[in-house]
């Protein structure tokens, strides 16, 4: 029988398979003698070794498609990173962080803003002006009043998705509403998956269909800065592509060079201010992290 490993922990790797059953699971010898450690996120085959306590082995890990290091699961497709219009105030900063590391892991990015309920209407203008050349699908979602989550399930249909963002913007509130009308499994394979539900140091999928899979992540109040040489920063920045041919030095680091289509851009208006500060500030952060190298 074949499934995905929805979580993993103390040795064994809890299985959803096609119908909602969920197998607790063992990983067969040859995977430690060989090296191979399974991950969430791996589909995987099953042999059950008892049907009545939904117990299996685990004997074959399909071809990953993609791998990610922090944290530590396979197969993952795009990245949902939710923040909230207001209570809390977007935090740009971090958002673009959210972005970089993401990016960086080869991540399509959808960002969600939770709470339209207690914004107005200037304010979603405001985020689209800045975000819409970022290459991100832009979502405004209301959880209370279930607002665009028909939108936000189809962005979700048929793929795995990590979901990322500060505290207190109605993450948990969205999953809620993402898993309503969901068969869950209940009784005695259900009490085993509770085990160390709240030891966040455990990446856990969350099956919302038999195809559809979101990975809740903790809630982040800051992120160190991801390892990269400053040059590569811009590659994370589409927006400033276009203008690039309109800079008299190459490579432009588009700060203080004279002469930068970027900058120039960025007077006019047809670049975000708030995009371009985070980058300039970034720039720094990288610059000053290789001085201490050295």
């Known amino acids: 029988m074949q499934g995905k490993i929805i ?54 890990i399909f071809p990953r498609t993609s791998e990610l290091i922090r944290p530590a699961v396979a197969n993952i497709d795009q990245a949902l990173l939710i ?43 405001q985020i689209n002006q800045i975000y819409e050349n970022s290459g991100c699908e832009i979502l405004f979602v209301s959880a209370v009043q279930k607002k665009g989550i028909r939108e936000l399930e189809e962005v979700l249909r048929g793929k795995t998705t990590a979901v990322a963002g500060p505290s207190g913007v109605g993450k948990s509130s969205l999953v809620n509403c993402l898993q309503e009308g969901t068969q869950m499994q ?22 919302i269909s038999e195809d559809t899979y979101i990975m809740d992540t903790p809630g982040f109040s800051s992120l160190a800065l991801f390892d ?6 811009q590659e994370y920045y589409p927006e400033f592509k276009p203008y690039e041919a309109g800079c008299r030095f190459m490579p432009c680091a588009h700060i203080r060079e004279p ?16 995009r371009y500060d985070n980058y300039v500030a970034f720039y720094e952060e990288l610059k000053e992290k290789e001085k201490r190298k050295y």
């Open 7 to 60: 979580k993993g922990i103390a040795g064994f790797y809890y299985v959803h398979v096609p119908g909602g059953e969920i197998y607790a699971c063992r990983a067969k010898g040859i995977f430690r003698r060989e090296k191979i450690k399974p991950l969430v996120g791996d589909n995987v085959d099953i042999e059950i070794t008892h049907a009545k306590d939904y117990e299996g082995n685990i004997v074959e």
């Open 83 to 125: 923040f909230a219009l207001t209570k809390p105030e977007p935090n740009y900063n971090l958002l673009d962080r959210f972005l970089i590391m993401m990016r960086q892991q080869g991540l399509k990015c959808i960002l969600c803003f939770n709470k339209q309920d207690l914004s107005d209407h200037m304010k979603s203008q």
């Open 186 to 207: 209940t009784g005695e394979i259900s009490e085993k998956i509770q085990r160390g539900k709240h030891t966040t140091r455990h990446s856990e999928l969350i099956a």
């Open 228 to 233: 990269m040489d400053k040059e590569k920063l």
């Open 259 to 274: 002469v930068c289509g970027v900058r120039t851009a960025l007077e006019k208006g047809s670049i975000s201010r708030v």
